[in-house]
């Protein structure tokens, strides 16, 4: 069976919450030993797996003592002690790491090495624990370098839109916001996005709470008709009514090849929530060991924790899911992508912070915010004072949707990761579930073609 936690119950103490103020974790009872042997209090996991059973007692139990983290020195130690990281972050949990093994293995092979040079490493263990563990010297020595190194990889993990990605910079650990009225191809947008992640080595998981996956797939097979061949592309909802030919056919082929395993769309049947998010996103990780990009669509029905229902006002249950959002992408160091509705008051404006619908935490919490916007909405008619060109306006957004393609422009209105603000044109083939970056339209769209429906 599954070993159980060594020194459990010695270490905490469910009914008061701890029986001591600092506690080793170990991997090996006999590294546990060791470190009682050294005179301070110690468990043993007795198995990696053991790292989730042990946050899982903490859930239930939470303890005021400050959890050492001294696992073995090899690469499943270090694994499992991210994993642990992450879990007690998320409980807010004091903890700390400290190197008591050296060059040995575990802690029992330096205790039986060099008994006093292990019991020099406790008592830094130890201090390391002290009114003042989270000092910027103790950070500049011992996690500045790991932490830069991490958000370095955002450089390398591209949108996929060329003009995007150059003025973005790259994708890094944080919560993005993807706004835009209905049917202007927000979500169309972040899935084609997802599909070139994917494809270019990246897992992503997308959270469908409005859309099958029946729909998505279709739409990604259509785009990629459409990217071969425009004059002979098919539609997504010829696609799922059943029309085949062999260019779907090739596409889904072609599909299973870039994308493989990387890409999930998971249906949330209107019904998901915060806590759903969180414990997939964490599996997956334990998993697949993978850190996946992670997209949300969308956020005015993404439901809050089942324990906060009933209780808020539509707007604060927005704030506090864009907060819990941000939350689990510090603890799980994730980019997550969510798309966000915007006011019907503000349909004939271009987007604007005032635009987010029914949340104000969009602004203050979120790490970039990107809209989408009809690049009609930058004419002169849109300028100033609305009073006596409405109608006018109204005619132009709806002639600006019925052009094929559209015209599209994506506003970046808040970045924290370089350029402030800047904008994107993108040429949209709803038909075909498209976008092209405007720049390069000319030698991949035909101005004439022909639909399969």
């Known amino acids: 069976g599954q070993p159980g936690i060594f020194g459990y119950h010695k270490a905490f103490e469910p009914t008061t919450g701890a029986a001591a103020d600092i506690v080793f974790v170990c991997e090996g009872a006999f590294d546990a030993l060791s470190v009682l042997e ?54 807010n949990i004091s903890y700390c790491s400290a190197d008591i093994c050296g060059s040995a293995k575990d802690p029992n092979e330096s205790l039986t090495a060099d008994r006093a040079a292990f019991e020099a490493a406790i008592a830094k263990a130890v201090a390391s624990t002290a009114a003042r563990p989270d000092n910027t010297a103790a950070y500049l020595d011992g996690l500045m370098a790991g932490e830069i190194e991490k958000f370095k990889q955002g450089k390398d993990r591209k949108t996929g839109f060329p003009n995007l990605d150059e003025k ?31 494809a270019a080595g990246n897992d992503v998981l997308f959270f469908s709470m409005e859309q099958s996956r029946l729909e998505m797939v279709s739409k990604s097979l259509a785009r990629m008709t459409a990217q071969a061949d425009m004059k002979n592309a098919v539609t997504s909802l010829s696609i799922r009514k059943g029309y085949l030919p062999a260019q779907v056919v090739a596409a889904a082929d072609q599909y299973k090849r870039q994308t493989g395993e990387r890409l999930s769309i998971i249906e949330g049947n209107f019904n998901a929530d915060i806590s ?24 005015q029905i993404l439901q809050p924790a089942a324990d906060g229902k009933s209780r808020l006002s539509k707007k604060d249950e927005i704030d506090l899911a864009v907060t819990e959002l941000k939350r689990l992408s510090r603890e799980l160091d994730l980019t997550i992508i969510v798309i966000s509705s915007l006011n019907r008051m503000n349909y004939q404006t271009p987007v604007a ?43 132009r957004i709806n002639d600006a949707k019925a052009e094929e393609p559209r015209k ?3 506003v970046c209105l808040k ?39």
């Open 38 to 91: 050294a005179g301070q209090q110690a468990i043993g996991l007795n198995s990696t797996s053991n790292a989730d059973a042990l946050i899982k007692k903490l859930e239930e139990h939470p303890t005021a003592a400050t959890l050492v983290i001294c696992l073995d020195n090899d690469e499943a130690g270090k694994k499992t002690a991210e994993r642990l990281k992450d879990g007690l972050r998320r409980l």
């Open 168 to 198: 973005a910079g790259g994708l890094y650990s944080g919560l993005y916001v993807l706004a835009a009225i209905s049917s202007l191809g927000k979500t169309t947008f972040a899935l084609q996005m997802a599909d070139q992640l994917a």
């Open 276 to 299: 759903f998010i969180g414990d997939y996103i964490r599996q997956y990780i334990r998993r697949n060991d993978a850190r996946p990009v992670v997209m949300i669509d969308y956020l």
């Open 353 to 395: 912070f005032e635009s987010l619908k029914e949340s104000g935490g969009i602004e203050y919490t979120c790490d970039v915010v990107w809209g989408l916007q009809l690049a009609c909405l930058d004419e002169d008619l849109f300028d100033g004072d609305n009073k006596g060109k409405v109608k006018a306006q109204r005619k």
């Open 408 to 410: 599209i422009k994506l």
């Open 415 to 453: 970045n924290r990761y370089g350029i402030s603000s800047y904008d994107c044109a993108f040429e949209y083939y709803p038909a075909f579930d498209l976008f092209v970056p405007a720049k390069t339209v000319a030698a991949v769209a035909p101005q004439q073609h022909k639909r399969k429906y």
